[in-house]
């Protein structure tokens, strides 16, 4: 059974940086890319990072580009993000997601996190 | 990039039937597969429909999805509705430039 635990989410003041993890268990972690989705208080879910399955490959939303770095530690079977410059807008509940695709491969989220919250604010 | 858009909200009577609507602004709907997500209050998404019309195990064959190129949306079908049908309804899409779309997501309230 697929778990994955978010872990890290706090209150920080603008500009600073936080770091996210998430660990997971429950299947083979080096063969599936992993994603982090967040979603604001009170709306939808936004797309943040993919990293691929050996983590040669990272693609990131707009919105996050050049502030967040995602990362994987295959040996830990740990997800990360970490988020520099932050903003109020990032304040959100953030999600690790698994990709149903396993191998060189990108498909749909099939399992997820509960997430973790993270504040923006001075 | 595109966008999905989904009506804010809708509300129907349990053991009705509803449908859930998805439109996608730019590009084909058929190019690439459509998921549909469930989020029921304080829950982490779970997947209801992958691949257009594809159901999870779990899934009862209630929801049911579709893909219509004329209207470039996609539709998400729930009959017999149940009281633990209510939630937040969010379809998903991505691009080839490596971006993960969703729409902005649809309440339904089951009355």
């Known amino acids: 059974q697929v778990h994955l635990v978010e872990s890290g989410g706090g209150v920080v003041q603008p500009a600073r940086s936080l770091r996210l993890s998430c660990a997971a268990s429950?299947?083979?972690?080096?063969?599936?890319?992993m994603h982090w989705v967040r979603q604001a208080p009170g709306k939808g879910l936004e797309w943040v990072a993919v990293i691929s399955y050996d983590g040669s490959n990272k693609y990131y939303a707009d919105s996050v580009k050049g502030r967040f770095t995602i990362s994987r530690d295959n040996s830990k079977n740990t997800l990360s993000l970490q988020m520099n410059s932050l903003r109020a807008e990032d304040t959100a509940v953030y999600f690790c997601?698994?990709?149903?695709?396993?191998?060189?491969?990108?498909?749909?989220?099939?399992?997820w996190g509960q997430g973790t919250l993270v504040t923006v604010s001075s | 990039n595109f966008m999905l858009t989904q009506s804010h909200s809708v509300s129907e009577s349990p053991g009705k039937t509803v449908t859930i609507s998805c439109t996608r602004s730019?590009?084909?709907?058929?190019?690439?597969?459509v998921q549909w997500y469930r989020q029921r209050p304080g829950s982490s998404p779970t997947t209801v429909i992958y691949?257009?019309?594809?159901?999870p195990s779990a899934v009862p064959d209630r929801f049911s999805a579709a893909i219509d190129s004329s209207s470039n949306s996609a539709s998400l079908t729930i009959t017999g509705l149940k009281p633990e049908d209510e939630a937040d309804y969010y379809c998903q899409s991505y691009d080839s430039n490596f971006h993960w779309v969703f729409g902005g997501g649809t309440k339904l309230t089951v009355l």
């Open positions: 691949e257009d019309n594809r159901r």
């Open positions: 997601a698994r990709d149903s695709c396993g191998g060189d491969c990108y498909y749909y989220f099939d399992s």
């Open positions: 730019s590009g084909s709907i058929a190019s690439t597969y």
């Open positions: 429950g299947f083979i972690f080096n063969t599936f890319a």
